[in-house]
């Protein structure tokens, strides 16, 4: 190295911990990409969605990802979801495919009624996306800090033909080592986020300015009480128990996924580091929110053996 | 809660944005857990957890459910419950597969790799520890240093981990005996004097009890160290050496448009700025950095970073070159030495070829000798003729083309690779990179002027390579004998190497074994090769089991040269006919490793010819061949 003491190198012996975590995603990413033959990033339109596709705009500045990305909308998500989707690919100049499962519509399939809902919608939805399009790879952005068989699911993560999750028979990952060979039928979902906790999500996002859905920050908004969560009457479709009667209360969500599964947290955080702050203090797991991981202890591995994402 | 200190959550309450400030700067260690079944490890790691506030109230209300239910710890909490993920590994109350845990404090976040204990877990230890920079490795108090502890520090030095915190742990149950500690200590220092570790911090402590985990001990107080946590936030990260020489493994090549190309990768080691002179490794070819870019343009960046270059002259370059600094250029080379730590239940056999990834670039790769393997109870060397799971081995490799390399012990990036099996893609195996071996550079290709082609076309033939596979008695040698005798007619130059006659000479040497079957087919398929060099058409004859190999022989070929012929006869028939009365021998148990009987044989999924000898006789299948030998232009004497 020319002078690189005199460039003032030094200073940067040890990169921080967001910067560590930057590389190493951008680095799986590039990966795929180099060797992949039909990628796509699952885009959930989530805050870790935003971190994983503003990762994806990093790794290939100043072109834009070799990839489209996939939106599966269920028909239940929220609508200032789908105008934030809309808002960003375009801004970004990015393809989006959305998959809506249109024989489910056809059904009536909807979350008030039907036990299967999530896996008619949602999970059955993503497996035929995948296959219609002849999708190999598909980037999803979990982390592992977020229950407990993901902490022990690879970054490069295999799916059988039928997309099911085999735990006895993960490849062993090394270094920054990834195999991504894999056999006629069989795909990979790849978590770049594996290592992010939830904390890191949001310093992150801080940090690099990234945009977020406004359903993340308290506003006043339209609620009711229901099985102990309290969900956000988001339009008409909305089934209000018995008894209740919808009321503007101060909240914000954690986490975002169909409206009437997605429990909100009263809140007064309307900025970013309020947000953060409150995180920091709260008593519960992010996914406390979420209808789906109250089942079973191994519900979610479960589930993921099943083809959920 | 805080997830944090009290002074923190006081800062987060009073100043988010200074907390962040501060928070912004953490740095992250990578650490794995190591030790066997009853050592305590899950409860060390879920005490971290419990004690740096990681865990939240749901989970802990789950804690509690889970530990009055199915819980070894009576009425108090079981922390290790906090930690074994998979439904089978809480049934059986073991961990079976690595899992990634996540703590910060206020001075570094943490990534913890939780690695099983035993035996036949070598490879997920070896993988938590790939991407280590301390190991912590649990010793029972009561017990002392086992052969898991041995084996457990081997494997970390192994994969360069140069710093060990030996964590010596259930000192509640020796009554916090200062003898028992030192003894312990003294017994491991006599033994890791083998080994390759450069540090090893000892530490006394009760994980159940918290003792010397996240607080100082009011129980030892002969011991004067600091407590696991203030250790591990004060140990030095071995990260990616920001002095060495700089490499950067090309990922990605960055075309958005014809104004830029950019050249994308992940920073292996030192440091670059717009301006520095580089290598393009193996080339060879020399440029300047124009721009050093992550999405806007860095004044530099360093080892551990992920970055796009762009050089300031058009040289190639691409996916697999590795950008080197000009001083120090990486070494190129396709011959090593290396430690391979087998992870497949198929074990390696030396020759059989496999897929070898080193950083960016993926090639070709056979074991040509394995040295020894290594007892990871013992260290002892073992003699070995193949490696089985789990097990560890120093091997002589040689690679397809060369690669850029360093030695694993100057990078893991460019030192580490893994191997990949050809027919299943599984990863089979992690290898570390000691030394290139010189012969190597030693031996070249000598030109030639009379070409492959023009010595078919003298012979009004183009070369080919007719492979016949099956089990014994299936009628190869019959069939392959009858096609030689037309081709003889036609006037065509042919040879027929089979399978009992090669093993009379060239190699009498070789038995039966899986090993040896390898080795057998790959000297037939060379052989094969050189034939078809000086233009012949060559029939070879042999049971040729496995799929690897028959590849392995396709591949030495050029497209199109090398049909394998499937004389497909089942097992019974095989063994109804039984020519040489060798089934009957099998059965027996007079001949160990006969194929079909007791040696697998794993049919063709696309031959090129495919005869099954229920339906077709010898001279139809003969006829078969030779309308395809025909088809391809093969007895046309035009070279294809």
Known sequence: MPDAGSSGLQAVAGLTHLQRLEAESIHIIREVAAEAEKPVMLYSVGKDSAVMLHLAMKAFAPGKPPFPLLHVNTTWKFRDMIAFRDAQTTALGLELIEWINQDGVARGINPFDHDAYTDIMKTEALKAALDHHGFDVAFGGARRDEEKSRAKERIFSFRSADHRWDPKRQRPELWSLYNTRKNKGESIRVFPLSNWTELDIWQYIARESIPIVPLYFAAMRPTVRANGLTLMVDDERMRIPAGETPELRMIRFRTLGCYPLTGAVESHATTLPEVIQEMLLTKTSERQGRAIDRDTTASMEKKKQEGYF | ?640
Request: charged letters at 25%; aromatic letters at 6%.
């Open chain 2, 1 to 640: 809660m805080g997830r944090v200190s009290e002074d923190a959550s006081d800062l987060i309450a009073a100043d988010i944005g200074a907390y962040l400030k501060q928070h912004e700067t953490k740095s992250l260690l990578r650490f794995i857990t190591c030790g066997s079944v009853d050592d305590g490890k899950s409860t060390l790691i879920g005490r971290l957890l419990y004690d740096s506030k990681m865990v939240f109230e749901d989970q802990l209300a789950a804690l509690e459910a889970d530990s009055a239910r199915g819980g070894t710890q009576g009425a108090g909490l079981d922390f290790s419950l906090l930690v074994d993920g998979l439904s089978a590994e809480r049934e059986q109350g073991i961990t079976i597969d690595v899992a990634y845990r996540f703590f910060s404090t206020d001075r570094r976040k943490f990534i913890v790799a939780d690695t099983p204990g035993h035996e036949q877990y070598t490879r997920n230890m070896v993988t938590g520890a790939s991407t280590a920079d301390v190991a912590i490795l649990l010793i029972d108090a009561r017990r002392g240093v086992l052969t898991q502890t041995r084996r457990h520090s081997y494997l970390a030095s192994l994969i360069g981990i140069r710093s060990v915190i030996l964590a010596i742990n259930k000192m509640d149950l020796v009554d916090y005996s200062r003898d028992v500690y030192e003894r312990i200590l003294n017994d491991y220092r006599a033994f890791a004097r083998g080994l390759d570790i450069a540090h090893i911090e000892p530490i006394p402590m009760s994980a159940l009890l918290g003792e010397n985990v996240t607080r100082p001990s009011t129980t030892m107080p002969w011991y004067e160290g600091p407590d696991l946590l203030t250790y591990l936030e004060e140990v030095e990260i071995s990260t990616r050496p920001v002095e060495a020489p700089f490499r950067m493994p090309v990922q990605w090549v960055n075309r958005p448009n014809s104004d830029f190309r950019g050249f994308s990768g992940f920073v292996a080691a030192g440091t670059v700025q717009p301006g520095d002179a580089v290598k393009i490794m193996p080339s060879g070819r020399q440029s300047h950095i124009a721009r050093v870019i992550l999405d806007g343009d860095l004044p530099y960046a360093t080892a551990g970073q992920s970055i796009t270059l762009t050089l300031a002259d058009e040289v190639d370059c691409s996916r697999g070159d590795v950008i080197s600094s000009v001083e120090a250029p990486a070494e190129v080379s396709d011959q090593f030495e290396t430690t391979i730590v087998w992870m497949n239940d198929t074990p390696m056999l030396p020759g059989r070829s496999y897929l070898l990834k080193l950083g960016t670039k993926t090639v070709t790769a056979s074991v040509t000798a394995l040295k020894h393997k290594v007892n990871v109870n013992t260290l002892e060397q073992v003699a070995a003729r193949q490696l089985n799971l789990n097990e560890i081995g120093l091997c002589n490799i040689s690679l397809s083309e060369p690669v850029v390399f360093d030695a694993y012990t100057t990078s893991r990036d460019l030192g580490g690779f893994i191997l990949i099996d050809r027919f299943t893609n599984e990863t089979v195996a992690a290898g570390m990179i000691h030394f290139a071996l010189r012969r190597a550079q030693n031996i070249h290709w000598q030109a030639v002027d009379i070409t492959r082609a023009a010595r078919a076309t003298q012979k009004a033939q183009s070369a080919c390579v007719l492979w016949f596979t099956g089990l014994s008695g299936s009628g190869k040698s019959t069939i392959a004998n009858l096609v030689e005798k037309r081709l003889f007619a036609l006037g065509k130059h042919s040879t027929l190497l089979d399978g009992d006659n090669v093993r009379h000479g060239l190699n009498r040497d070789l038995g039966f074994t899986d090993t040896d079957r390898v080795e057998n087919i790959r000297r037939v398929g060379e052989l094969a090769r050189l034939m078809a060099d000086a233009g012949l058409i060559v029939l070879v004859s042999f049971i040729s089991p496995f799929r690897s190999e028959r590849r392995m022989a396709r591949d030495l070929l050029p497209p199109g040269e090398f049909l394998e012929v499937f004389v497909d006869t089942p097992l019974e028939l095989a063994e109804a006919r039984d020519p040489k009365g060798l089934y009957k021998k099998a059965r027996r148990g007079e001949i160990k490793h006969f194929t079909g009987i007791s040696s697998p044989y794993e049919p063709p999924e696309a031959p090129e010819i495919h005869i099954d000898t229920r339906r077709t006789s010898s001279e139809e299948a003969a006829d078969l061949i030779m309308r395809a030998l025909e088809e391809r232009g093969v007895l046309g004497g035009a070279p294809g």
